[in-house]
């Protein structure tokens, strides 16, 4: 399916996108999870690879990442893994990762296996903007894998604008300036800040991430924005037994009316 | 513009740059913009250096260690920095970053810190001003490091112990960058070494090059001539080295060693000899050489030296080892600490392990008894005293 289809059309559905850790909590679940996150209607995927070092994160996607690594993930193990992606699975699929795991596989060939496998974009939260118009964007753009950027209620207007035209899927928007795994908390300040960029009316649509847990705070989400990533609430339901038959009743949760 | 100094890009060569999160943007951008013009207004300056006069104890003198020139046959000097208030260089730079952020209105103080001698000249710092503190340290080092740990509560610090990861200073340090995104308005990061993000290696670097500014007098004096043969300095992320290399970069017949803990051996897969294991890739927001995995995980280091065991080093050095323009070496954890003994015996200076490391490369260089040499003595040893108990078996 292209990204488009999904991010870009005019219908008022809201999206609900799920992140979760490639290799937990088991090294060969990350394609049993993504086929049961369609199936329960999940709209679109991030699949994290997992770093010693994630700087962004809080402590559930941190242990996530230190089990997956412990499980044996690595970056050229969840290409193999993918490689059935789409016999499989058909909503679009992102994934999000640190630089220097990148950096070792191969800018080029990171983006060369994400096309081959059918991954439509890429979300790398410590690739700077100058770096990748500098050095990566010819080849993001070559292979058609869309870069996401993160904005902050702290990024400019002037900064939101350049995220804008560099953008081609969608506008990463963080509820808060927080690592991830904190409540959102939707005070005015954040009112404001969502009703500021949706105001902008950027070509790319906003999809709202960190923070986001249920039901409640996915429905304030996607008042102001056309989706919202959900990701420690969803990792930390993996660590339960029984975790594959939870994840329909999950989603179920926050996208049924 | 000094090709070996960062460029207004924020690079070194290949190496440098501004590797965060958005969220981390807007205070390091902040600081980009504004850290230069700071630095060099009058009032700083003058608080600066009356600061490092009076309450550091600079200058730190250069001395003409005799005992180990005759055994060498070589003019030996060391660069004091051992004898500054705290015990170490690192006091240099957090006085410094102190007075940048009372200037930049920043009302709380985060850090982080391996064995402790940073955390230790932050929260020391913070007295002196009356700011909040907060020290990140690994699990594992507040264990190994009781003393410089009630050093710090003493202090008025909050001392926070990074769980995460392998519980040392990588953590540590990833917990202080954590704290900033978490706290983006009123907190300032005082990074101990010349890591991180562009400004933070070219700013700490900075606030170090008091140390080569200094020698390079003291030498002139001494000798006659600014200019040694031989610069030696230990490198962990490479602070004490940044500011003793500083001002010689441009003279180029002054040979520039940098030593790194081999640990038990560099291939014995407990070591931190960064650029003979390494690889160029991205931790702490800058590109570097880095010891990691081929998946670009990032490898835990030791050395008997806790301030050397960083799994990176600065972008400068990294540049300055890819360029040619320093030579990195590497001394294992007995050859650092029988030169730390040596030195003990013969001078009557004990000296931290990590700038055991420096004086132990003497050993492996031929000299023909007219040379002059400037060693950086990072530290004072009372910190490792345990570590030489059990060593030695005094």
């Known amino acids: ?257 | 513009m000094s090709k070996y100094q960062v460029n207004e890009k924020g690079y070194y060569g290949p190496f440098g740059g501004a590797y965060i999160p958005e969220m981390l943007y807007p205070n390091v951008e902040e600081l980009q913009k504004k850290y230069l013009e700071i630095m060099q207004e009058e009032s700083f300056q003058q608080e600066f250096q009356d600061l490092l006069k009076d309450y550091v104890g600079r200058p730190s003198p250069l001395y003409l260690a005799k005992r180990l020139s005759a055994r060498y046959g070589a003019n030996i000097f060391l660069k004091r920095e051992d004898l500054n208030h705290t015990g170490a260089h690192k006091i240099n730079n957090t006085i410094g970053q102190i007075l940048l952020a009372e200037r930049l209105g920043k009302k709380r103080i985060i850090a982080e810190t391996g064995a402790g001698q940073h955390g230790v000249a932050t929260a020391t710092v913070c007295a002196l001003k009356g700011l909040e503190c907060v020290v990140y340290m690994g699990e594992i080092d507040i264990q190994r490091q009781a003393p410089n740990v009630a050093r710090m509560k003493m202090m008025g610090a909050t001392v926070v112990a990074a769980q995460s990861g392998s519980k040392t200073l990588k953590d540590a340090t990833n917990e202080a960058l954590r704290d900033w995104i978490n706290n983006p308005v009123d907190t300032h990061y005082i990074i101990g070494s010349v890591v991180g993000p562009h400004p933070y290696p070219d700013l700490v670097a900075r606030f170090q090059s008091i140390i080569s500014e200094e020698a390079k007098k003291q030498l002139a004096e001494k000798t006659g001539n600014s200019l040694p043969d031989y610069v030696l300095a230990c490198v962990g992320g490479g602070s004490n080295a940044a500011g003793m290399f500083y001002h010689f970069l441009e003279d180029e017949n002054v040979q520039l060693i940098a030593v790194e803990a081999a640990g038990q051996g560099v291939n014995s897969g407990e070591s931190a000899a960064t650029t003979a294991l390494g690889q160029e890739g991205v931790l702490h927001g800058s590109r570097s050489i880095l010891m990691q995995t081929d998946d670009g995980q990032v490898v835990e280091p030791y050395s008997i030296s806790a301030g050397l065991d960083y799994p990176g080093i600065g972008p400068q050095h990294a540049w300055l080892y890819k360029s040619g323009r320093g030579k990195y070496v590497s001394i294992t954890d007995d050859e650092a600490m029988q030169a730390g003994l040596l030195l003990t015996k013969l001078e009557g200076i004990i000296p931290a392990i990590e700038s055991s490391h420096a004086l132990a490369y003497l050993e492996k260089m031929k000299f023909q008894g007219h040379e002059n040499v400037v060693i950086c003595l990072s530290g004072r040893g009372d910190k490792d005293l345990d570590n030489y108990m059990k060593y030695f078996g005094f």
């Open chain 1, 1 to 257: 399916m292209q990204v488009e289809d999904t991010l870009k059309n005019d219908t008022s559905k809201e999206l609900l996108s799920i992140y979760y850790t490639a290799g937990y909590p088991h090294l060969d679940s990350t394609l049993a999870i993504a086929e049961k996150l369609e199936q329960a209607g999940a709209d679109f995927l991030e699949i994290g690879f997992p770093y010693s070092d994630p700087v962004a994160d809080g402590p559930v996607i941190q242990h996530s990442s230190e089990v997956a690594l412990k499980n044996g993930m690595t970056l050229q193990l969840l290409f193999q893994q993918l490689q059935t992606l789409r016999s499989k699975v058909s909503i679009p699929v992102f994934m999000m990762g640190y630089f220097n795991t990148v950096l070792q596989y191969g800018v080029e060939n990171f983006c060369k296996s994400c096309q081959e496998v059918g991954v439509n974009g890429a979300i790398i939260p410590d690739l700077p903007m100058y770096e990748y118009e500098e050095l990566y964007q010819e080849i993001f753009e070559r292979y058609g894998i869309s870069n996401i950027f993160l904005v902050t209620p702290q990024t400019s207007p002037e900064r939101i604008k350049k995220i804008d035209q560099l953008s081609n899927s969608f506008i990463y928007v963080l509820s808060s300036n927080a690592t991830t795994g904190k409540n959102l908390e939707v005070g005015e300040q954040a009112e404001q800040y969502f009703q500021r960029l949706k105001d902008m009316n950027l070509t790319n649509p906003l999809v709202i991430g960190f923070g986001i847990s249920d039901k409640h705070t996915f429905q304030k989400a996607t008042t102001y924005a056309k989706g919202a990533i959900i990701g420690s609430a969803f990792v930390r339901l993996l660590k339960e037994e029984n975790a594959m038959e939870n994840i329909i009743p999950f989603i179920q949760s926050i996208k049924n009316p």
